[in-house]
């Protein structure tokens, strides 16, 4: 560790769980958190992954993105993170200066609604949770997974 940097400051991205992908030539392994992080009140955390080269790695990408994670017990919508958002973002943080060879602190990349649909190329479709899966934005009962009848409504079975 170079002389001025802090422990605080360098961020190591795990490589279970990561995916690889190549963007403009270059190879980088991404991840979403396997598990939320909690905060203060227990309020929700925006979904968020992380990226760096596969090989010599140095800067972590973090990207937080406009919606909640999927296992958010609110109810709130989410998206899938696709590779052609990831590949997207990682364009987007090295157009506004993410040098992903140079190690130290991590690079913060913050996605607002209206850019989703530039970096997907097209609108995104968001997901809302609901009990034991996920349901287009806007769907309805016919939406919703099958599910197997847990008792049955005759009242003289005992």
Known sequence: MGQGQSLEAIVVMPRKGSRLITVDGTAYRWRVRHKPTRGRGDTWSPLSFTAERAEEPGGVLVVSLPCARPDN???ERTITVRPVLVGGCIRRAVEEG???G?????FSLTVTEDE???LLGEPPQ??????WGMIPEGGGI???PRCTQIWSRDTSQP
């Open 73 to 75: 017990s609110f109810g």
């Open 98 to 100: 993410w040098n992903p």
């Open 102 to 106: 140079q190690p130290g602190a991590s």
């Open 116 to 118: 989703l649909t530039v």
């Open 126 to 131: 968001y997901m809302i949770p609901f009990l």
């Open 142 to 144: 016919a939406d919703l």
